[in-house]
């Protein structure tokens, strides 16, 4: 496995990625070392098949499906990344149950979402985020497809592009999507954002904007989702949604740091065009703020 980032927990994140394409028995393995990395460096691939009940056969598939040769290349990894702690992966938890109090309630989301960024930037492959602000820096046009939680994402996604100078477009219904996607071609690029990654009517507008020619960039939570399958390059996120928190903010932060990724990078290409750009907007909407010495409308009663 090349490349394989160290530090906060790599392994785990990339099991989390890819547990839904995963068997259910290599789920059960993935679960064991999710719930409990440390400790399960220590166990022998044996122990580590009873532990998921499962088998040695399942725990080497899920080692090949991580990347791994076989299983002492896993364990390394893992009491690597452990530094010999065999506590919980997760500290607190970030699970949230019925008795919670409110403060652990706020203690568990701001971990959560604290967790979701520093791992997001942790797994990203510099190499493929470099790619992708190529192809948007030279795009004719960019096209951001994400539904639900994701199209907040889009719209902030779309709404920085336009302040700098760059055509840029983001969709929400599907109709619209798919009709704009049908006018694409080689200049553009077309990019998708899906926390699932298996979210129908952004896979469908994407797929279209594909068969028109147009370079698909894919932003996701899972590695091996639908979406990326059509995707020339794909951006991860390393977000986890638990109870009461489906399409959560932790998801949302996760992607909107990778999008703030691309945008800075495509500034920075054309840094001047930007910086004009930049200076016009903020000057044509300056007056539209309420100033000390300009106070707005009078709201007394009469």
């Not at 046009?141 to 983001?170: C, E, M, N, P, W």
């Not at 068969?211 to 091996?224: E, Q």
């Amino acid at each position: 496995m090349t490349d394989r980032k160290r530090g906060t927990a790599a392994t785990v994140i990339r099991a989390r990625g890819l547990l839904p394409s995963l068997s259910p028995a290599e789920q059960r393995v993935a679960q064991v070392i999710i719930d409990e990395a440390g400790g399960a460096a220590r166990l022998t691939i044996t122990d580590l098949a009873e532990r998921a009940g499962s088998s040695e056969t399942t725990v080497i598939r899920f080692c090949r499906a991580m990347g791994f040769n076989g299983y002492s290349e896993l364990r390394l990894t893992l009491a690597s990344e452990s530094g010999g702690h065999s506590g919980p992966a997760e500290q607190p938890g970030s699970d949230i149950s019925p008795g919670d109090s409110l403060a652990e309630v706020v203690e568990k989301i701001a971990f959560a979402d604290a967790r979701a960024v520093e791992e997001t930037a942790s797994q990203i492959d510099v190499a493929v985020l470099e790619q992708v602000v190529d192809v948007v820096a030279a795009a004719r046009r960019v096209d951001i497809y994400g539904v639900g939680a994701s199209a907040f994402v889009a719209a902030d996604f779309q709404h920085k592009l336009h302040r700098i100078g760059r055509v840029a477009f983001a969709w929400s219904d599907t109709h619209v999507a798919l009709s704009s996607a049908a006018l694409l071609d080689e200049r553009d690029v077309a990019f998708a954002i899906s926390h699932t990654g298996a979210t129908s009517d952004t896979v469908d507008a994407f797929t279209e904007a594909r068969r028109h020619g147009a370079r698909t960039v894919a932003l996701t939570n899972f590695p091996k989702s639908p979406i990326a399958s059509v995707a020339d390059l794909v951006l991860t996120t390393a977000a986890r949604e638990t109870t009461f928190r489906s399409g959560a903010m932790s998801s949302r932060l996760a992607q909107l740091t990778v999008v703030d990724c691309v945008f800075v990078g495509v500034a920075q290409r054309t840094y001047q065009e930007t910086r004009t750009a930049l200076d016009a907007t903020y000057t044509a909407v300056r007056d539209r703020r309420l100033h000390p010495e300009r106070p707005g409308p009078d709201r007394r009663r009469p």
